[in-house]
């Protein structure tokens, strides 16, 4: 399976609120991008937050709390807080705040 159709397959089982599932595929699309791109790429920052989203979902909180401050840290260096993806990442973590009261 490569990396983008292993994330297209993540995605339809989130859709299908199959999530543990989703979440075990995008374990695995984060691990091999970062293999094969590096921890600054702007794809790392997608798949984590795809992977921290699904947690989020699972009520897993802490696990995706800390993937989404990764997200915001690391898009934070290598982009800009200017860019529109890091303010998409910022609302993220903010939506788990608030679900995590």
């Known amino acids: 399976m490569t990396l983008s159709s292993g994330s297209s397959l993540a995605s ?6 199959e999530y543990a599932d989703a979440e075990i595929i995008y374990r695995r699309v984060l691990a091999g991008s970062e ?22 979902i699972q009520c897993k909180y802490d696990d995706a709390e800390g993937l989404y401050r990764r997200v915001v840290v690391g898009c934070e260096s290598a982009i800009k ?12 973590l903010a939506s788990l705040l608030m679900d995590k009261g």
């Open 35 to 56: 293999k094969l791109l590096g921890d600054e790429h702007p794809k790392i920052f997608v798949d984590t937050d795809n992977l921290a989203l699904v947690l989020q």
């Open 12 to 17: 339809t089982l989130k859709g299908q609120g």
């Open 81 to 92: 807080k200017e860019h529109p993806d890091h303010m998409t990442y910022c609302s993220n």
